[in-house]
């Protein structure tokens, strides 16, 4: 469970770095740069420790599944946060990803999260309509709102895909493969994009933190984390990142925040409390 929560908040400075980098960092570059940094160092890791094992067939199906979602996690993500906002576009992608977590595993697996989830999950839902109907100084924008869904979404999809491939599996090699082809989707906008915010300082600082703390040592730790929980108490407990996000827009980009958008937060974190003090021993897959 810690390591999730580790990770979700390594999380959480994605879409505040984003807004730190200089003129010209669009949000598709800074997804496909995200990506492929990340990918990159994680398989010159997994290389270096001699994790990668040979002679085994990986499931077709899911680890393309997966690289598809966080290909299409980065860019609606990005571009979310570009419209809408840090604290409401990260609030609306992860404050939404625990329920549709929740309907694919009774879909799919057959199996209910259990109460302490759906409880969690009601007040993810209550504190995210709170928060993008706070108004005030916070910029509510639908086009927005509706790329932070479908980040959620993708989010959702691209965790239960990784747990499938988890089996059997060194972790990092899993997230090294499934970043790669993620970034291998989005290589063309490499190309297309314009990069030379890369060639500032503090453009460099932001693509360094998003590809090695944002996403290779975080994403190594959440696939650790995902080996040993079920899929929607993964995606509830990652509730942490819009908490850390929204925290970073108030504080650092002085994003402004109305008493009900405060309740929302509360709301959210209580729902993130409840799920985290669930005892271990009843967490199934």
Known sequence: MGLVLAAAVLWGTTGTSQALAPIGATPASVGALRLALGGFLLLVLTLLRGDWKGGRSWPLVPTAGAALFVAAYQLSFFAAVALTGVAVGTMVAIGSSPVIAGILAIVLRKGFPGTRWLVATILAIIGCTLLTGAGGEVRVNLTGILLALCAGASYSLYTLAIKEILPDRHPDTVMAVVFCGGALLLSPLLFTSQLSWLLEPRGLLVALHLGAIATALSYSLFSRGLATIPVATAVTLSLAEPLTASLLGI????????????????????????????????WRN
Do not use: W
């Open 251 to 282: 504080t650092v980009l002085g994003e402004k925040l109305t008493l009900g958008g405060i309740s929302g937060m509360v709301l959210l974190f209580a729902g993130l409390g409840l799920l985290a003090l669930q005892p271990r021993h009843v």
